[in-house]
């Protein structure tokens, strides 16, 4: 079981980026998947998750209106993508999988993610 995250690096405020998230078909298709956020001296903090059914979506309110999760069945792959960037956005950002939830629920508790990526770094300079 594995989930690989990318797209990571040093952004400026205020522009886009778009993360991805790369996971095998054992994982994908029967899963809910979100993206968490580590900063520097920080707790692993919820941003956006998604249900299987892809119907579902909750955001963490700092990224609602400017980040969009998403995922590509067929391409066993999970989005964030993140406008308007602020500095404050500066994380590890982490892909996770969960068994926890239903086809059309998605939870935001860190204990319910049962597989997790590597990270990727994303740095918001102003």
């Known amino acids: 079981v594995q989930l690989q995250a990318s797209g990571g690096g040093l952004m400026q405020a205020g522009n886009a980026s778009r993360l991805t998230c790369a996971a095998s078909?054992?994982?994908?298709?029967?899963?809910?998947m979100a993206w968490f956020r580590q900063a520097p001296g920080k707790d692993r903090d919820f941003v956006a998750g998604?249900?299987?059914?892809?119907?579902?979506?909750r955001y963490t309110d700092s990224v609602k209106g400017r980040f969009t999760i998403s995922r590509d069945s067929p391409e066993n792959t999970l989005y964030l993508q993140m406008n308007s960037l602020k500095p404050e956005d500066t994380a590890v950002y982490y892909c996770?999988?969960?068994?926890?939830?239903?086809?059309?629920?998605?939870?935001?508790?860190?204990?319910?993610?049962?597989?997790w990526g590597q990270g990727t770094l994303v740095t918001v300079s102003s």
């Open positions: 996770a999988a969960s068994t926890r939830f239903s086809w059309d629920s998605v939870g935001s508790q860190i204990s319910l993610y049962d597989y």
């Open positions: 078909q054992h994982i994908f298709s029967n899963y809910a």
């Open positions: 998604i249900s299987m059914s892809g119907r579902r979506l």
